[in-house]
């Protein structure tokens, strides 16, 4: 599985982005997709999730609210939109797949996504 993130930049607080995760190379509706950041000297940590139809997601509590993932199995695609942006965004985002799968599972747990895609760096000035 080969995932690519795009959509990234240099936004003023406030504004928004949208990333994009393309996945290829196996049935993208059998994986459920991650999104990640680490920001310099910090840990990868969990951003959001959506399981293999999209019907389930997951936020972590700093972004619950202002950022909201789903995904186009028609396109083999994952979004993370991002309103209201904060300095404190700022990091590289990562996307990362679990799977295969046949269940509902959208794991917040780096340690269970097994591939992932090269990273987009989100700046916010304030």
């Known amino acids: 599985v080969q995932l690519q993130a795009s959509g990234g930049g240099l936004v003023q607080a406030g504004d928004s982005l949208r990333l994009s995760c393309a996945v290829s190379?196996?049935?993208?509706?059998?994986?459920?997709v991650g999104w990640f950041r680490q920001a310099p000297g910090k840990e990868r940590e969990f951003v959001s999730a959506?399981?293999?139809?999209?019907?389930?997601?997951a936020y972590a509590d700093s972004v619950k609210g202002r950022f909201t993932i789903s995904r186009d199995n028609a396109k083999n695609t994952v979004f993370l939109l991002m309103n209201v942006l904060q300095s404190e965004d700022t990091a590289v985002y990562y996307c990362?797949?679990?799977?295969?799968?046949?269940?509902?599972?959208?794991?917040?747990?780096?340690?269970?996504?097994?591939?992932w895609g090269q990273g987009t760096q989100v700046t916010v000035s304030s």
């Open positions: 190379g196996r049935t993208f509706s059998n994986y459920a």
């Open positions: 959506i399981n293999l139809s999209g019907g389930s997601t």
């Open positions: 990362g797949a679990f799977g295969p799968i046949h269940s509902d599972y959208r794991p917040s747990s780096r340690w269970s996504y097994g591939f």
